[in-house]
């Protein structure tokens, strides 16, 4: 198949607002590659049009997407060319690698028209936001290839792996998917949750009674064991075993033979409360002495759930099933907080202890609900404080698939009192609704401070944004050496002018306090 198929649809899928016109866009793209017969074709082209590589990581950022050549006349691109030259560029290493990496990119992009250097600049940036959502993209797979979307969406359950199951039900149909059970060593995705304003919300929602667990801010990792072999996989199913050895450890003492577990990995400190997420994500960097920093600063296992044990699947079993066999099996040390209850205050009372220790918040969780691996199931809802400010657009990009011709994601700044100027912390598009898209496009562009840098288009200091973030972490990305953990927009500030807008010093205290 050729590239530019592909970067059409995603285009087109972008720019429609319908579920089932996305669905059958895509349907009609899969059943054509489909038609080929190449199942790693089919592969390749899922994980794009789910924003995603095969390759999880190659080395390209934004940096390296800044100055592209000039785009070719005429298509000449087969996505398997493309993937082969991912392949390529993400094998590179050693001295000279950034320039070797820069000429493979440079050759890439230079064969490729418009619309397609657009994919793939959006696809390489982790910004292609074309709306080919999971639960979607399950339902085109399974209109392509005339399979039940109920055996499509358990397969990539169980099977952890979407691409896959698109791969087998395209070329092989439904009798392929059964292949895809419950496998020890085999991840599957992860039970997400919803989210509650508050405790009472919680409890009205799960029916009365729930399971109140405390939220960790650590590394959701999920642990597999078969005898004395153990794996650990990310919740994006990145297989880390190798830099955990804590929790390797915690696996292989507990009493079973097979096992797979849903785990929290976090840094605490000496008084049992949480180091920065920082501290824990650290552990996961490729270039991180694994042994030095374990001795340095080892991590605490906290299993939370179970989806297997001995040779019985767990996960259509009720909480309260799994629980009882979890607490069963994993000593007190290795568990979480947990309370249940049906009394509001109760609740209130558990949280507000947890949030005193350092933790994000709570989970709530229905007694009766399976384990939905790889859904946001409603039988799971978090509860968290949010933190806001009221921070200045300093710049805003273009948008692109439905945001074409928008002004989408804004560059949020904190104003420095002691220059006057303003601290750029990161940027988003959160939360930001069609009306607000077609407000702000029309305003920054009355802001607009010179012409655009490529996509870029910088404007005056003038308008304030209120900010909703879940914390703040190191980054040396940006001049304040800070940025904001998952940000997301609420609403704009018209009655607030810049002088009024919170400073770089009311964001270091939430990083010093660990928020």
Do not use: C
Not at 88 to 117: M, P
Not at 201 to 214: D, N, P, S
Not at 463 to 471: L, M, P, S, T
């Amino acid at each position: 198949m050729q590239l530019l198929d592909v970067a059409t649809a995603s285009t087109e899928v972008g720019a429609s607002s319908s579920r089932l016109a996305k669905t059958a866009r895509i349907a009609e793209l899969l059943r054509r590659v489909g038609d080929e017969g190449d199942a790693d074709q089919v592969a390749v082209v899922v994980s794009w049009l789910s924003g995603e590589l095969p390759q999880r990581q190659i080395g390209v950022g934004w940096a390296a997407l800044r100055s592209l050549p000039s785009p070719a006349t005429a298509e000449s691109l087969t996505v398997p060319e493309v993937h082969a030259r991912f392949t390529e560029i993400g094998r590179v290493a050693g001295k000279g690698s950034q320039a070797r990496r820069a000429e493979l990119l440079a050759g890439l992009f230079g064969a490729a028209t418009d619309i397609e250097q657009t994919f793939l600049r959006r696809l390489l940036g982790g910004e292609l936001r074309q709306g080919a959502l999971v639960g979607v993209m399950a339902d085109a797979v399974a209109k392509a290839a005339g399979v039940p979307a109920a055996a499509v969406r358990r397969a990539a359950m169980l099977g952890g792996d979407l691409p896959a199951v698109a791969a087998a039900a395209l070329t092989e149909g439904e009798a392929a998917l059964e292949q895809f059970t419950l496998t020890v060593g085999r991840p599957v995705g992860p039970m997400l949750a919803q989210t509650a304003t508050g405790v009472a919300e919680a409890l009205e929602r799960l029916g009365g009674t729930a399971v109140f667990e405390a939220k960790l801010d650590g590394a959701r990792v999920q642990v597999h064991r078969s005898g004395d072999a153990v794996s650990i996989y990310t919740r994006s199913l990145d297989d880390v075993t190798a830099r955990l050895p804590e929790v390797v450890d915690a696996a292989l003492a507990l009493p079973v033979a097979t096992l797979i577990a849903d785990a929290e990995a976090i840094a605490l400190r000496a008084d049992g409360r949480p180091h920065r997420f920082q501290v824990t994500a650290s552990r996961f960097g490729r270039s991180v002495d694994i042994a030095a920093a374990a001795a340095a600063q080892p991590l605490s296992v906290f299993i939370f759930d179970l989806l297997h044990v001995d040779g019985v699947d767990l996960l259509d079993k009720p909480t309260r099933e799994r629980i009882g066999v979890l607490d069963s099996l994993v000593p007190e040390v290795n568990r979480v907080d947990r309370l249940v209850t049906d009394d509001a205050a109760q609740a209130q009372d558990f949280l507000d202890v947890t949030l005193a220790a350092g933790h994000e918040g709570v989970m709530a969780k229905s007694l009766s609900a399976p384990y939905e691996a790889g859904r946001r199931g409603a039988g799971w809802l978090k509860v968290k404080p949010v933190h806001t400010l009221d921070l200045v657009v300093l710049a805003v990009e273009w948008g692109s698939g439905r945001r074409t011709g928008k002004l989408s994601n804004i560059h949020l700044g904190a104003r420095d009192p002691s220059t006057g100027e303003f601290v750029m912390l990161g940027k988003t598009f959160k939360g930001m609704t069609d009306a607000m898209l077609e407000w702000q496009t029309a305003r920054f562009l009355e802001l607009a401070d010179g012409p655009a840098d490529g996509y870029v288009v910088k404007v005056r200091p003038e308008q304030v944004v209120e900010i909703a973030f879940d914390g703040v972490q190191t980054s040396s990305r940006y001049p304040g050496g800070m940025t904001l953990r998952f940000a997301r927009v609420l609403r704009y500030r018209d009655v607030k002018s810049p002088a009024e807008a919170d400073t770089i010093d009311t964001v270091r205290a939430f990083y010093q306090r660990g928020s």
